[in-house]
């Protein structure tokens, strides 16, 4: 039972560059999220999906781009990368509206430095 | 729209005595509150939820949380830290406005347990 697995754990990036955070779940959630977590500020999300094919954008998109084309994968892109980047990326899914009281299931986190 | 605030950032208590994070809400709607924890460079973990079926919720590691609608609070509590149990704890509101199904989060408090 993997849950959510993210890939890579770590990454370093010069500025400009370009990249993708994968994220995929095998508990059949719709509902699929990205965040991002900032020393003392908790977790701001980046931009989630209520299911294949249907994205939205959270609170703080800006330099973020995402899809979702199967119910599994739901993969983070980084156009350009910026100092302002730097920070810890959790993918999390859940049940959502489908199931009251839902929780959040977390991955591990990637660990990205922009340099 | 819902929120979430954690009244301290940081908490210090000895081992053995009671642990107290607070955590206040708003929410239009009957809320669905959860705690997580995050140990360091780690991912986080559901502690407890509240499905309002009771007002007093038990977790994992003998934490509780009791939920007053009077007073919109969410309070996590542990009548005894032990060193394992520092770490920062999230509080958080799902929100459950129409058409979308997103959770808010708490700024955090680290919870520093002395020996």
Request: charged share 15%; proline share 4%; glycine share 8%.
């Amino acid at each position: 039972n993997a849950g959510v697995t993210q890939t890579p754990k770590f990454r370093i990036l010069k500025i400009g560059q370009s990249m993708t955070l994968q994220c995929t779940q095998d508990m059949n959630h719709n509902y699929m999220y990205w965040y991002r977590q900032d020393p003392g500020m908790g977790l701001k999300l980046i931009y989630y999906s209520v299911g294949a094919g249907i994205t939205d954008k959270g609170e703080v998109p800006n330099g973020y781009n995402v899809s979702r084309s199967t119910t599994e994968d739901f993969p983070l892109r980084l156009e350009l990368a910026a100092p302002s980047q730097t920070s810890v990326y959790f993918c999390a899914s859940s049940y959502g509206r489908e199931m009251l009281n839902s929780p959040l299931h977390f991955g591990n986190g990637t660990r990205l430095t922009v340099t | 729209a819902q929120s979430v605030t954690q009244l301290d950032s940081h908490v210090s208590v000895s081992e053995g005595t009671p642990v107290l994070l607070r955590c206040n809400y708003s929410s239009s709607y009957s809320p669905s509150l959860f705690w997580y924890v995050q140990h360091p460079n780690k991912g986080l973990q559901l502690l407890l939820k509240y499905t309002s079926a009771a007002t007093l919720v038990k977790g994992i590691n003998g934490f509780e949380a009791e939920f007053k609608k009077s007073e919109t609070s969410f309070h996590l509590t542990k009548p005894s830290a032990h060193m394992s149990d520092a770490a920062e704890y999230f509080c958080v509101v799902s929100d459950r406005a129409s058409g979308t199904y997103k959770y808010i989060f708490g700024t955090g408090t680290r919870l520093k347990v002395l020996a």
